[in-house]
C-alpha cells in the first residue's frame, strides 16, 4: 500500500500538478508531474469512467499503478508530485505492461 505522505490527496495538489507541470505520454498511460519541495515524492491516479465503466474494473488499473509505484517509490532520485492519468486503452492491459511503462518512466527522469 501507498503510504499516505506518498499520496496527493487533495484538488488543489492535483491542480498544481497540471498548471506547472510537464508531461509525457507514454503508450497507454499519461504522467503529468512537477519538482515539489517536499523530501518525498507523492502521487495521484486518474482513471476515468471513459477508460473502465465498472467500479471493480478503475480500481484494479489503480491497484496495479500503486503496486508499481510503492516498489519503485525508493528508487527515485528526485522528489516530484506526479497524476498518473489511464487512458481508454488502459482496459485489458497485463501487470507486466504496466510495469514496463513505468520503469521507463522512471529511468528517464
Do not use: C, W, Y
Amino acid at each position: 500500500m501507498l503510504p499516505k505522505t506518498n499520496r496527493l490527496i487533495t484538488q488543489h495538489d492535483f491542480d498544481a500538478v497540471f498548471e506547472k507541470g510537464r508531461g509525457t505520454k507514454r503508450d497507454f498511460l499519461i504522467i503529468q508531474f512537477v519538482k515539489n519541495t517536499l523530501p518525498h515524492s507523492r502521487f495521484g491516479f486518474i482513471v476515468s469512467k471513459k477508460v473502465a465503466p465498472k467500479a471493480v474494473d478503475r480500481n484494479l488499473i489503480k491497484r496495479r499503478l500503486r503496486s508499481l509505484i510503492t516498489r519503485h517509490i525508493n528508487n527515485m532520485k528526485s522528489s516530484l508530485d506526479v497524476v498518473i492519468i489511464a487512458t481508454p486503452k488502459t482496459k485489458g492491459k497485463t501487470f507486466e505492461e504496466f510495469e514496463k511503462i513505468l520503469n521507463g518512466f522512471f529511468t528517464s527522469l
